[in-house]
């Protein structure tokens, strides 16, 4: 009934910045906290980042607080992971998510994406 669906990744060198988008339907944003997890070559999918309802109380992995920021847009049914100062191990799968509770949407969410590759050069 939820499908989110990403956009925005691709190449980048180390240092750079690109914007992930994730727009929902099937439901409208403002019910769902949403967030972003990613799959390292050779690793299990871990979290990132998310965001509540209104976007007033989110949350960062260590390795990536500081640099990625979490905002969206309910109007427009779409939450963004601003990324900026990659680094080559920032390299990997990243999976928009959705949950109705903040924090079930961190330990996993109910709703995924299809996926989207970074890759992040040297």
């Known amino acids: 009934q939820v499908r989110l669906v990403e956009s925005g990744g691709g190449l980048v060198q180390a240092g750079g910045s690109l914007r992930l988008s994730c727009e929902t339907s099937?439901?409208?944003?403002?019910?769902?906290?949403m967030g972003w997890f990613r799959q390292l070559p050779g690793k299990e999918r871990e979290f990132v980042a998310a965001?509540?309802?209104?976007?007033?109380?989110?949350s960062y992995s260590d390795s990536v607080k500081g640099r990625f920021t979490i905002s969206r847009d309910n109007a427009a049914d779409t939450v963004y992971l601003q990324m900026r100062s990659l680094e080559p191990e920032d390299t990997a799968i990243y999976y928009c998510?959705?949950?109705?509770?903040?924090?079930?949407?961190?330990?996993?969410?109910?709703?995924w994406g299809q996926g989207l590759q970074v890759t992040v050069s040297a």
């Open positions: 998510s959705a949950d109705p509770l903040f924090e079930s949407l961190v330990d996993g969410g109910t709703y």
């Open positions: 099937g439901r409208p944003s403002r019910m769902l906290c």
């Open positions: 965001s509540s309802w209104s976007g007033s109380r989110t």
